[in-house]
């Protein structure tokens, strides 16, 4: 069974950053898809960006040139640092580990 934690999250002014992380740990097998999703009130969780297993990665059209993802397999680890945040941005942030493992979400909350 698979556990990812993220950590991370907080509070920032618009054009701030913030780095999350989410660290896999239990019966891992090989170098599986990550990503993260978000989720605002009233809103259906959608994707933020996804790293495969050798690093080929992609990236929602509203966070293009402003986040970037990465992984470290040695750790199980991944990434997500957010540049330039806007209000948003703000959301619950889920780790997601291909097939069906997520994390428990951490809060970004971004002021004008």
């Known amino acids: 069974q698979v556990q990812l934690v993220e950590s991370g999250g907080g509070s920032v002014q618009a054009g701030g950053t913030l780095r999350i992380a989410c660290a896999a740990s239990?019966?891992?097998?090989?170098?599986?898809?990550m990503g993260w999703y978000r989720q605002a009130p009233g809103n259906q969780r959608e994707l933020v960006a996804r790293?495969?297993?050798?690093?080929?990665?992609s990236y929602e059209d509203s966070v293009k040139g402003r986040f970037t993802i990465s992984r470290d397999n040695a750790k199980n680890t991944v990434y997500l640092q957010m540049n330039s945040l806007q209000p948003e941005d703000t959301a619950v942030y889920y780790c997601?580990?291909?097939?069906?493992?997520w994390g428990q979400g951490t809060q970004v909350t971004v002021s004008s």
């Open positions: 239990g019966a891992i097998f090989g170098m599986r898809v």
């Open positions: 790293i495969s297993g050798v690093g080929s990665v």
């Open positions: 997601y580990r291909a097939p069906n493992n």
